[in-house]
């Protein structure tokens, strides 16, 4: 293999990993706080459209998908998501949610199942399928822009397996951030109900952002780096809101911190409750 | 007829289920566009605008609740 077919396979590799980071994350904080059969409906369907688009386009696919348009309308869904799932967990670190509701009573029933050792029953949740769908269709978009761009260069430079190479290191991506992910799956599981709801807001609302802001021009700095950052802000964000809101919770309303705490509940209880 | 509202109400609820939240980014991500295709803003501004905006959604609806939990009790 020559130099510059290595040149290919590295560069592949280091720019689909974060694509697929991004990816992956999405699908990780669905799958935790929803179901996983959720989350890999989600990623099954974006890999089978993914999978029709390239055969259908092949190479053309750079030009034929908007792919702005795409960041455009996932960004604005992503933010949308995100930020009713921040009110919710926000409204509960404030203890302006009330312990005694409907969903309190759901989750602690659940988590008495769960203490007992029972099946929790899953079940496909329209908005952990949309959410993993969205962020796996547009990341690999994005890493299939990369293949062919890289291995195209390659290809117009004298080589003829550029692509092929370029696939290689995507797939080598894939995998690294697939396994990684499968070692921090566990620990994740046992962090609190809330506090997962709160960071899967943060989430959403920073890709959301993020995705959003490139499709309308923003040139983020350091482009992919700003993603930490647009995290880091609002945590910080939400942060403020947490102690400005406190004042306000009445002292006969306790904080949400028991039963919901731990265990998963379906969406719609979330999203339609 | 009713089915049909119940299924906007349905659409509504899953993509937001909040006025607030559902303007603001409206807006937000439209002033964005406007801001960038016509006036030809910094992207520095085009940041600040579109970042505060979202911002405002999320503190106007919680202040929302906020108020109207304390008429409640």
Redesign the interface.
Known sequence: MTGQLWAVLIAAFLASTVEFVEAFTIVLVVGVTINWRSAWVGTAAAAAVLAVLVAIFGTAIVLFIPLQALR?VI???L???G??W??KA??RY?G?KAIHDEEAIYEENLAAMKMRGEQIPTRTD??GVATSFKSVLLEGLEVAFIVITFGVQADTGGQSKGIFIAALGAAAACLLVVALGAFIRAPLQRVPENTLKFVVGIML?SFG?FW??ES?????WHEDLSLPLLIL?YLA??GI?IQV?KP???P??PQMVTGGDQIQKPLEKE??G | MNAILRGIK?TY??????AI??ST??I??AL??FL??VVGVS?LV??IV??AL??L???L??SR???S??RI?
């Open positions: 455009f960004g604005l869904l933010v949308l998501f930020l009713k921040l009110k926000i409204l404030a302006l329209p908005f609302t952002t959003g802001g309308l021009g923003i040139l983020w802000f964000v939400t809101l809101l306000y919770a009445s006969r309303t999203v339609l | 349905a609820n899953f993509f937001s289920g909040d939240i559902l980014v409206l937000a991500f964005g566009f960038d295709k992207s085009l940041t579109f970042i979202i911002v959604g999320l503190a609806t919680l609740e906020a108020l939990h304390q009790h």
